[in-house]
């Protein structure tokens, strides 16, 4: 039994438009060398290639595949990636892009990982770091303008930010309760015909707009995606189980309170209600993973961003660095390291493998719903909840970084670190500013504004002002 279909009928394949495999896998090769500077910038290289230099899919279907990853929980642009490879060339083109899109920073965030616990606490090494974290709030200082400024286009949008800050913040409120409050609200008002949750996602394009009939896959719905049922229950339990067979392993033969299976569950858990992209995952990853779990500092929790910001790749990649760090200090029997690195493979694992699920079972339909209005407002006001949501991690990362020491301030129903002021740390106020300075006056990228911040880092360690 097939689907529902509204859509125009099915063109040709993609293959009949001309998009070579081996031309895709080279693109999607030079597409994953190059994916610096979290999704955002990623997003924006994707357009850059596939629409406006490829000419491969047009404006408004890059634009809905976008919204859709948008709605999902995971990273948004390798999910993007994995839709658009998906389109292109149906399951293994999907592969090819998802797979590459992390194969670099899988192996870069392993080796620093590495580095990382046999040779931090090296004087070089530490000053390195510091120089890192640094710049990272700079970096999500950025976010959070870069979201708002495309978000917040109305009052109720800025009141949501707020409210979501405010329950996040000072009243610990979960992440996922918020951004499924922001979407009901968001789809509420757009079925009763409000406009004022209108606004793109943080990658939505500012560039070259191209049509859809003018691009190789032409504006046709492709054949495979038109879903039947069966096809459907084949796709889910092919992906449940590659994604929940190491968790059950790990339950079995280890318990539940063993660190693997900790790992497994908590980034299993991870993967299906971290919805509103990269930053909004690692504010849910912060609290837990620093303040619940125990598996690293909030320090170390920044020099993990750093190294993600530095490395091609997902910015949650970071998320193996936490899973190799909780492994490691917990190995339980195996040597440390590889311990940690069962640990890293692991977090990775269960974090990415639903993202092929998301796209592989959803995206048939979902290309049926291009100009849906309710889905439209449910996204645009989860984006805008997910502006109060950065500038959460923003001010996280800002204590942990700026001072030495934070204390826990309750009072009624809220609960939240306040700095001691006392603790300031002059060097990283300095330098942190420098970072800000490069990233908001002179308009630097973020990769030079790390490496300008890294050496200064290093900098200062050799004229002995760091230890």
Request: hydrophobic share 55%.
């Amino acid at each position: 039994m097939e689907a529902t279909a509204t859509a125009p009928i099915a063109g040709p394949s993609p293959r009949d438009h001309g998009i070579p495999f081996g031309e895709a896998l080279r693109v999607w090769a030079k597409v994953a060398a190059l994916s610096f500077g979290g999704p955002a910038g990623q997003i924006a290289m994707m357009h850059r290639v596939l629409v406006e230099e490829r000419r491969w899919i047009g404006e408004e279907r890059f634009l809905h595949a976008l919204n859709y990853c948008m709605l999902l929980p995971g990273p948004e642009a390798q999910q993007l990636a994995i839709y658009i490879g998906w389109l292109l060339h149906k399951t293994k083109g999907g592969l090819v892009a998802g797979a590459l899109f992390v194969l670099p920073g899988l192996v870069a965030i392993m080796a620093l990982s590495w580095v990382y616990v046999l040779y931090g606490r090296v004087g070089i090494v530490s000053a390195l770091f510091f120089g890192l974290k640094c710049a990272v709030l700079a970096v999500v200082l950025q976010a959070v303008v870069r979201i708002g400024g495309r978000a917040l286009r109305s009052y109720p949008a800025k009141a949501l930010a707020a409210a979501a800050f405010v329950l996040i913040f000072f009243a610990r409120v979960p992440f996922p309760l918020i951004v499924l409050g922001a979407g009901l609200i968001g789809w509420w008002s757009a079925r009763r015909g409000s406009t004022v949750f209108g606004g793109g996602g943080h990658g939505a394009s500012k560039g070259v707009t191209v049509a859809d009939a003018d691009t190789l896959l032409g504006e046709e719905l492709p054949p495979h995606a038109r879903p039947t049922w069966a096809n459907t229950i084949r796709t889910a339990a092919i992906w449940l189980t590659l994604w929940l067979l190491p968790v059950a392993v790990s339950l079995l033969a280890r318990g539940p309170d063993d660190v693997f299976s900790r790992v497994a569950t908590f980034f299993s858990t991870m993967a299906t209600v971290t919805v509103g992209g990269a930053y909004a995952v690692l504010a849910y990853v912060a609290q837990q993973a620093v303040e619940h779990y125990g598996w690293l500092g909030p320090r170390e929790m920044l020099d993990g961003l750093g190294m993600a910001e530095t490395t091609p790749g997902p910015l949650i990649m970071v998320l193996q660095f936490v899973g190799f760090l909780g492994a490691f200090r917990d190995p339980g029997g195996l040597s440390p390291l590889v311990a940690g690195t069962l640990g890293g493979l692991l977090a990775t694992w269960v974090t990415f493998v639903p993202c092929f699920l998301w796209i592989f079972l959803g995206a048939p339909f979902i290309e049926r719903l291009r100009g849906n209005v309710a889905v439209a407002g449910a996204l645009s006001a989860i984006t805008a909840a997910v502006v109060g949501v950065v500038l959460n991690l923003a001010i996280w990362f800002a204590l942990h970084t700026l001072f030495r020491q934070t204390r826990l301030v309750a009072a009624g129903p809220l609960r939240f670190d306040a700095p001691i002021l006392s603790s300031i740390d002059p060097a990283a106020v300095a330098l942190s500013l420098g970072a800000g300075y490069l990233i908001f006056r002179a308009r630097a990228g973020v990769i030079t504004t790390l490496l300008a911040s890294s050496l200064i880092g290093l900098g200062l360690y050799g004229v002995g002002l760091m230890r």
